[in-house]
């Protein structure tokens, strides 16, 4: 998926932010949308939200992944930023919660030997985060997607995986959920919030 393709994707998904769910991005994203749209509060303590939806692993997670936020250094293809929130379905923050994040490259193959595009990261004291990564391709049977494993701490382990607006593949995947699309701002990078 080239830049210009994102960049375009990035209107579709600035609609679905106004719908609510957890494809609601923060407050920069809505800002940039072109189309004028009503901008979506961030959700602050207290606020009732709705839980990200668990999806299966897949057969290529590896455990123990090395600690790192860019999991894409020295891998070809388009540079992704992802950015974020961990919280709870009241909204509140979940100060270090663990992200652990698994995709394949721009060809659509994992790295199952090694640890090219895995890592973790843990979110900050306001259960934010920020993801650089690559656009993955696609494989067979696959829309496109990134895996991850969320955990609070103290908490369950959320396991489920993101998806790309605008993708045509999106509708012949039966494990995409729209919930779980990322939301993409005009410059390029990309927001979510786990509610978990
Ligand atoms: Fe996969």
């Not at 210009?4 to 609510?20: C, P």
């Not at 957890?22 to 901008?39: F, H, I, M, N, Y």
């Not at 923050?93 to 995709?103: I, S």
């Amino acid at each position: 998926m080239s830049r210009r393709h994102l960049l375009i994707a990035g209107g579709a998904a600035a609609a679905a932010v106004a719908v609510g769910g957890c494809t609601r991005g923060d407050d920069r994203s809505s800002q940039r949308a072109s189309a004028p749209l009503k901008e979506t509060p961030g959700c602050v303590d207290g606020d009732d939200v709705e839980e990200t939806p668990a999806q299966t692993a897949g057969p290529f997670f590896t455990p123990n992944s090395p600690e790192r936020a860019n999991i894409a250094d020295g891998v070809d293809g388009d540079t992704l930023v992802i950015t974020g929130t961990i919280v709870s379905s009241t909204c509140e923050p979940h100060a270090g919660a663990l992200l652990d994040v698994w995709q394949c490259d721009a060809q659509g193959t994992y790295d199952n030997d090694g640890f090219r595009l895995r890592g973790h990261q843990f979110a900050d004291d306001e259960g934010r985060f920020r993801l650089e990564t690559i656009v993955p391709g696609v494989y067979p049977g696959r829309t496109r997607h990134i895996h991850v494993r969320v955990q609070p701490e103290r908490g369950r382990i959320l396991t489920t995986q993101l998806y790309f607006p605008g993708e045509a593949q999106n509708a012949r995947d039966g494990l995409y959920r729209e919930e779980c699309e990322l939301s993409m701002a005009d410059d390029g990078t990309a927001s979510f919030r786990f509610v978990v």
